[in-house]
């Protein structure tokens, strides 16, 4: 068998682009399937953020930029630090990469060791463990409970904490479970967290998809965290971009130039058209994201209650943002189809791809495997639909 480098072998690849691509093929072959699977808006990039991309290309911005993003685009991220979140960052605090993904993997990677432990609260996005397996430092998953919301609870984080914790990564509102920290919550984690030392990283993504005023910032709530705290925020979600490729990290001068060097070393600076665009998308009117957030509150709304009426599909608590919802369908573990068990989550999301064209994440890999990860990311005449496939399928289980 072929010798490869021992964390990279250890490496699954992403369970939501493995489910994604499985539907595509799916597609290809003539089968109308429906996904649930998405993790990207199904809106386009606005026009105004395209035609600065095309001006861009034209005005022949196709070289080189400097590593971390052009000056005028941390320019822009500093801006738009200060305006959502309330956060002062010099542009020398700032580092522009190719997504959130590529900032996060490289942050990581500059600050962490072997032997060293970065708390995952979970359920929690796929990443996060391998980019803290990458780094070959070991993820400690700490369970939130459903029946808070899926909320980390400060006494459960205390205990957590241990002599070689050196990181944590928060992620509000939450993929997968779509969980947003209320300003209490936060303000209560922060305390355990502020005198500790430990790197606190807020991935922020889904900032603005929150369906009850904006998500309140750990770092505004508690400022002292800011001096080992690292702000990761993406293009991606916000602007309906997450095939351009911008996202970013901010933090503290060294920790960023760490990551800088890494990123100069493994892939240079994002393509530089895509940062024309964010320059656009950061700094012009911030009004598309209207019509955006109020399609994804009624698509939530459906999609709660088509799965509250799925029998063996539990959803106590109502997510306040994302595009996802995470039901529990531990009822229908042990059930059969055929020949066939359902044993978890992912079994149950192979069971409705085959028999009921229906595109979903199984929960394995995001921590809970109980659960299954519906993306709201679709049209309402597509959801209607694929709740009723759904329904459907699951009433032909032998429970
Ligand atoms: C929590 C979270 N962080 C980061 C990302 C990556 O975003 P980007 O497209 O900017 O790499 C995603 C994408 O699904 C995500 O869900």
Redesign the pocket.
């Known amino acids: 068998m072929l010798k490869l480098n021992r964390r990279i072998a250890a490496i699954k690849p992403s369970a939501t682009l493995a489910a994604d691509a499985r539907a595509t093929e799916m597609k290809l072959a003539g089968i109308d399937v429906i996904s649930l699977g998405a993790?990207e808006p199904d809106f386009d990039t606005p026009e105004r953020i395209k035609e600065a991309a095309g001006k861009a290309l034209a005005a022949g911005q196709t070289k080189y930029t400097p590593v971390g993003g052009t000056a005028a685009l941390k320019n822009a991220i500093k801006l738009k630090l200060k305006r959502d979140n309330n956060l002062d960052y010099e542009p020398g605090e700032i580092i522009a990469s190719a997504?959130?993904?590529?900032a996060?993997a490289n942050v990581i990677a500059a600050l962490f060791d072997e032997g060293d432990e970065v708390i995952i609260p979970t359920p929690a996005?796929v990443s996060f463990a391998a980019m803290v397996s990458l780094a070959g430092a070991e993820s400690k998953f700490v369970p939130c409970p459903e029946r808070t919301g899926f909320l980390l609870e400060p006494e459960t984080l205390r205990r957590a904490i241990t002599p070689r914790t050196r990181g944590i990564i928060l992620?509000s509102p939450s993929?997968p479970t779509g969980a947003v920290y209320g300003p209490e919550q936060l303000t209560a984690i922060a305390k355990v967290l502020v005198d500790t030392g430990i790197w606190v990283m807020s991935?922020d993504?889904?900032e603005h998809i929150v369906f009850d005023g904006l998500a309140p910032h750990i770092f505004h709530l508690e400022p002292r965290l800011k001096s080992h705290g690292i702000v990761f925020n993406?293009l991606?979600k916000t602007y309906a971009m997450?095939g351009w490729r911008i996202?970013f990290a901010a933090g503290p001068k060294e920790a960023i130039a760490a990551a800088g060097r890494l990123q100069s070393q493994n892939s240079g600076n994002p393509n530089s058209i895509a940062q024309a665009a964010a320059i656009e998308a950061l700094t012009g009117p911030q009004d598309e994201l209207k019509p955006m957030l109020e399609a994804f509150r009624k698509r939530n709304a459906l999609v709660v209650e088509r799965v509250r009426r799925i029998p063996g599909f539990k959803l106590p608590n109502i997510p306040q943002g994302a595009f996802y919802v995470f039901p529990n369908v531990s009822e229908l573990l042990g059930s059969r189809f055929g020949d066939k068990e359902i044993t978890d989550g992912d079994g149950l999301a192979v069971f409705l791809l085959d028999q009921a064209h229906v595109s979903l994440v199984g929960g394995n890999d995001f921590g809970a495997p109980d659960h299954v990860r519906i993306s709201y990311a679709t049209s309402m005449e597509n959801l209607n639909q694929a709740f009723d496939r759904i329904e459907r399928a699951v009433a032909k289980l032998k429970r």
């Open positions: 993790g997504g959130c993904k590529q996060e996005w992620n993929n991935d993504v889904y993406s991606s997450t996202g």
